[in-house]
């Protein structure tokens, strides 16, 4: 092993011995830098003479409008009312497309459901769990129990795509912590349908809207596979009596869906809360006890330092007629 560096080092010790090192370090950073700046040079060229080609959704894509929901900023709890009629809307409405692969019926007990209601909840689902028959071990489906996550409306990917226009609907889950601006994005999407503007369609002809697509400036590329979910007002029936708007179906739906994605949010806030305390009050405990402990090597500091004024001598005291 020893032979196998001998020879590098020896070539190294070599130019050292010359002076040449600092020669060749200097060779090779100019080499670099020139490298740099050709490359800096072609690609500066490259795009003045061929600059990117604008896209309409560089131009008409929409941040996604405001949301307030009770569960916002570390003191937020959920509004269980409020998540109640988003999953009633779920149940109704996006359930025929879209799963909670991650969401157990008996979850929904925090919010507020019991376990009669839960049960019943969970037998009439209109998807059945998937099962196997114990007498002829043949594919089979039976009614959901509590314990089971809810079914997904379909089979496989390949069922789900033919029922979409080749599109795969994602599962809800987690979509408010997968999709930048969560529970706002979904809001702004729900509610952002519309025709395109001429604007758009004057600036960039080959920008319509293909067959089977929809057009939604709060989606990235403007265009997606699902139509408007949400309809018209009264699409679903509130037991609770709020007016069932589009814009608050839209609002309700959003805040099942931050529910979906972190159900224990307002123990983790609670926890949180308790952990700054019990914090604040241990960095006042550790100030007071680091007084405390070294008060007294800090009077002896102040004794020893060559600033502090010298106790005089007992001679020299009695000579200025002290006594004592």
């Known amino acids: 092993m020893g032979s196998l560096f001998a020879l590098p080092g020896a070539i190294l010790g070599f ?104 049960k019943k909840i969970a037998s009439d689902w209109k998807n059945q769990v998937p099962s196997v028959n114990p007498d002829t071990g043949e594919a089979a489906t039976r009614k959901a129990l509590p314990s089971d996550h809810f079914p997904s409306p379909f089979l496989n990917e390949t069922q789900a795509r033919a029922a979409n226009n080749n599109a795969l609907p994602p599962d809800l889950s987690l979509i408010s912590k997968a999709r930048e601006g969560g529970a706002a994005y979904i809001y702004s999407l729900l509610t952002g349908y519309q025709n395109q503007p001429a604007d758009l369609l004057h600036k960039f002809p080959d920008a319509k809207t293909p067959p089977n697509l929809h057009y939604n400036p709060y989606f990235a590329n403007l265009n997606l596979a699902m139509p408007p979910p949400l309809t018209s007002e009264g699409q679903v029936s509130y037991a609770d009596g709020t007016k069932p708007t589009v814009d608050q179906m839209a609002r309700d739906v959003s805040a099942f869906l931050v529910w979906t994605a972190e159900p224990n949010l307002e123990r983790r806030h609670a926890a949180g809360l308790s952990v700054a305390i019990f914090l604040l009050i241990a960095s006042i405990l550790a100030y007071l006890a680091k007084d405390n402990i070294w008060a007294d090597t800090k009077r002896d500091a102040k004794v020893d330092s060559p600033t502090a004024p010298k106790a005089k001598p007992r001679r020299a005291k009695g000579n200025a007629g002290i006594t004592g």
Do not use: M
Request: aromatic share 16%; proline share 3%; charged share 20%.
């Open 15 to 118: 130019f050292v011995r010359l002076g040449w090192l600092r020669s060749i370090a200097l060779f090779v950073g100019a080499g670099f830098a020139l490298s740099a700046t050709i490359s800096l040079y072609y690609g500066a060229e490259a795009y003045y003479l061929s600059p990117p080609v604008a896209l309409a959704s560089d131009e008409f894509h929409r941040e996604h409008k405001e949301l307030k929901l009770a569960s916002d900023g570390p003191f937020g709890k959920f509004d269980k009312a409020q998540v109640q009629r988003g999953f009633q809307v779920y149940s109704e409405v996006c359930s025929a497309c879209h799963s909670l692969n991650f969401v157990a019926f008996r979850d929904l007990k925090q919010l507020g459901y019991n376990d009669a209601e839960i």
